[in-house]
């Protein structure tokens, strides 16, 4: 099976800069992994409103609500089959701010040929990805409808109480390393939450992921 990005982008996968579609052709068939490691240049919030929401979505590894500049980082995506026999991949950072570690959990599948990113830990937030390749080879990502699970409760989520991330990934050849911005705003307030930094990748074999990076429960809900 082909990788869940090169599903998705369909014809356009091939337009990717060569090293982009490396980091994104992770999957079972290519027996493969990548894990970046770098700096986030500049990690920011929106105005003091937007912390209590930022720190609920802590609580399950949804949002990162912390600030600064240069802080260390680390993104694991591994080819995993989920107990539904889902091929996944994750995307998990991690981030080393002071004495102190943030974590974002994202785990992806293809459903009905499009991306669906589960949100943390427990796949409460099932999020539509609407991807697109730049005339520069770089990755253009946008989030869509939002849906919530939990238990028996299934419900289309408010984006008066969410926001949609707005993501570009290149590589840089003079440099030699992979950059990414990424801005989370709200129709109604603005702005909540962005950064950008610089990483570089191995690909290490892999046929799973470390449990670790797994989430606590798989959602069966698309």
Not at 35 to 60: E, H, N
Request: proline letters at 6%; hydrophobic letters at 35%.
């Amino acid at each position: 099976m082909s990788s869940v990005f090169e599903v998705a982008l369909g014809d356009d996968f091939a337009r990717l800069h060569p090293e982009l579609q490396r980091r994104f052709g992770v999957g079972l068939d290519a027996g493969y992994a990548c894990v970046g490691t770098g700096v986030m240049s500049r990690i920011r919030r929106g105005p003091w409103w937007t912390v209590p929401f930022l720190q609920i979505g802590k609580f399950r590894n949804i949002l990162i609500p912390d600030h600064g500049d240069d802080i260390p980082f680390t993104v694991s995506n591994y080819p995993y089959r989920d107990p539904l026999g889902r091929e996944t991949v994750t995307f998990v950072r991690e981030y080393d701010i002071g004495s102190r570690q943030s974590r974002f959990d994202a785990t992806m599948v293809i459903a009905d040929g499009r991306i669906v990113d589960y949100l943390g830990t427990h796949q409460h937030l099932a999020v539509d990805l609407d991807l697109s390749v730049e005339p520069d080879g770089s990755l253009h990502l946008r989030s869509g409808k939002q849906r919530f699970y939990e238990g028996p409760v299934a419900f289309r989520f408010p984006m008066l109480f969410s926001g949609r991330a707005d993501l570009h990934e290149s590589f840089d050849e003079e440099a030699g390393c992979f950059r990414i911005s990424m801005q989370v705003h709200n129709r109604f307030f603005g702005f909540l939450f962005g950064y950008e930094g610089e990483f570089t990748c191995e690909f290490p074999a892999a046929e799973d992921a470390p449990a670790r990076l797994k989430p606590v429960r798989h959602e069966c809900r698309e």
